[in-house]
């Protein structure tokens, strides 16, 4: 925020404690931590063309309960570098590269969203790094999820590189379009229409910077969902079954246009041994944003084991 900007608060919003940098193969990561720096650590994730900043209000419920929370800006978002291709492989490892930089014991996950997803991969991936794993609304799932053939995947290959670099190709030079701060607080309501012009205006002050000519969200113009390379968002369901620790999924059940629809006859059947489903009627996809303290009440029942070291 620029000097003599206007101060917008939002209640029960803090900034975090601290933030630092991580590099993931010469990519600059911002990373922000909430708590003290003495508690255990819980490595959290935000969803697509999110940010830190959209966990100011439930960071602060998990901290001072005696976790230090730990999330970074993905790469292209926020304060973190942008890069001249994404990739899911990518963004899995910068989310190892900022694991590495909490330390080496087993640690709990929680994703929202995109977050949800790739922190299911990660945990996968490295099982001996995940003490327990917690998914906010990210389980992306269709009827059918079945793989596909390696035909298939062949012309996928073709199809989405060749589109993602036509995308990136008509986007050389642009910036994102200017605007006063209640401008792209309204733009981002039609994303996120259940939640309050008070709150997105808020998170238009942390997650957008002032230019000369207007606000701009910190987000890389030529991001969109999918990346490069083929990629299909309900394959990460299929990593929900081979989860060896314990699972928690809350799931928005208003439909939104940035959620994925899932419902929970769609995630009943691939919860791991033990895992937990928690379905919200009246709340959509952002669910840690619209019930803040309901969902983070939820989290630390699911992780108070830990706390007493008998999770595992």
């Known amino acids: 925020m620029a000097d003599g900007d206007e101060q917008v608060t939002f209640p029960g919003a803090r900034r975090p404690d601290r933030?630092?940098?991580?590099?993931?193969?010469?990519?600059?990561?911002?990373v922000c931590e909430?708590?003290?720096?003495?508690?255990?650590?819980?490595f959290v994730a935000h969803g697509g063309f999110d940010f830190t900043g959209t966990y100011d209000v439930f960071a602060p419920l998990l901290a001072d309960a005696g976790w230090r929370v730990v999330s970074w800006d993905q790469r292209?978002?926020?304060?973190?570098?942008?890069?001249s291709l994404y990739t899911w492989?990518?963004?899995?490892?910068?989310?190892?590269?900022?694991?590495?930089?909490?330390?080496?014991?087993?640690?709990?996950?929680?994703?929202?969203?995109?977050?949800?997803?790739?922190?299911?991969?990660?945990?996968?991936?490295?099982?001996?790094?995940v003490s327990a794993v917690v998914n906010l609304d990210g389980l992306p799932s269709r009827?059918?999820?079945s793989d596909v053939s390696e035909t298939e995947r062949t012309r996928l290959l073709h199809e989405q590189l060749t589109g993602w670099l036509d995308?990136?190709?008509?986007?050389?030079?642009?910036?994102?379009?200017?605007?006063?701060?209640?401008?792209?607080?309204?733009?981002?309501?039609?994303?996120?229409?259940?939640?309050?012009?008070?709150?997105?205006?808020?998170?238009?002050?942390?997650?957008?910077?002032?230019?000369?000519?207007g606000w701009r969200w910190k987000i890389d113009p030529t991001l969109?969902?999918?990346?490069?390379?083929?990629?299909?968002?309900?394959?990460s369901m299929l990593r929900l079954p081979g989860l060896g620790v314990p699972f928690l999924g809350v799931l928005g059940l208003q439909p939104e246009v940035m959620g994925w629809g899932t419902r929970p006859v769609d995630v009943i059947p691939?919860?791991?041994?033990?895992?937990?489903?928690?379905?919200?009627?009246?709340?959509?996809?952002?669910?840690?944003?619209?019930?803040p303290e309901l969902v983070a009440a939820m989290v630390l029942e699911h992780l108070a084991p830990l706390r007493t070291g008998s999770a595992r």
Request: hydrophobic share 35%; glycine share 12%.
């Open 89 to 129: 492989e990518a963004d899995v490892r910068d989310a190892a590269a900022v694991l590495d930089s909490i330390g080496t014991v087993p640690v709990p996950f929680l994703g929202h969203s995109k977050g949800g997803a790739i922190l299911l991969h990660l945990a996968n991936a490295l099982p001996h790094r």
């Open 167 to 213: 995308h990136r190709r008509s986007l050389v030079g642009r910036t994102r379009r200017p605007g006063t701060m209640d401008e792209l607080a309204e733009r981002r309501g039609r994303m996120n229409p259940r939640l309050s012009p008070e709150w997105l205006r808020y998170l238009v002050s942390v997650g957008a910077r002032h230019d000369d000519d």
């Open 224 to 235: 969109r969902m999918g990346g490069f390379g083929p990629r299909r968002p309900e394959w």
């Open 76 to 83: 292209g978002h926020g304060d973190s570098d942008r890069a």
């Open 19 to 30: 933030s630092r940098r991580v590099d993931s193969c010469g990519i600059g990561l911002h």
């Open 143 to 145: 009827q059918a999820m």
């Open 270 to 291: 691939n919860l791991p041994p033990g895992g937990r489903l928690e379905a919200l009627d009246d709340v959509g996809h952002f669910v840690h944003i619209e019930q």
């Open 34 to 42: 909430w708590g003290d720096p003495d508690d255990p650590p819980l």
